[in-house]
Nanobody, 119 residues
Framework: QVQLVESGGGLVQPGGSLRLSCAAS????????MGWYRQAPGKQRELVTS???????DYADSVKGRFTISRDNAKTTVYLQMDSLQSEDTAVYYC?????????????WGQGTQVTVSS
């Protein structure tokens, strides 16, 4: 089992920045990918960015050049640096992790943190 706890959401003006954190605990040695998803009101949850255990990263086109995912050396905490925030970035942001399973993968989610971009 993996537990994920997010922090760092809040209200920010357009063009501003926020940094989200996600602390993982439990069976963290088995995690092979972590990332951030977001869900805006009335929309489906979408992948924002991910980072593999080897450090490979991936970004949604809508956030490329503005958002940066990183992690600490112990690989227990991932960060999402969000710059040049726009109103369209308003959503609940969820941390996500996956571990191998007998068939497929185990998927874990944090509780979500609200990010609101508004003047």
């Amino acid at each position: 089992q993996v537990q994920l706890v997010e922090s760092g959401g809040g209200l920010v003006q357009p063009g501003g920045s926020l940094r989200l954190s996600c602390a993982a605990s439990g069976s963290i040695a088995n995690i092979f990918v972590m990332g951030w998803y977001r869900q805006a009101p009335g929309k489906q949850r979408e992948l924002v960015t991910s980072i593999t255990s080897s450090g490979d990263t991936d970004y949604a086109d809508s956030v490329k050049g503005r958002f940066t995912i990183s992690r600490d050396n112990a690989k227990t905490t991932v960060y999402l640096q969000m710059d040049s925030l726009q109103s369209e970035d308003t959503a609940v942001y969820y941390c996500h992790a996956q571990t191998p399973a007998m068939y497929g993968t185990n998927k874990y989610w944090g509780q979500g943190t609200q990010v609101t971009v508004s003047s």
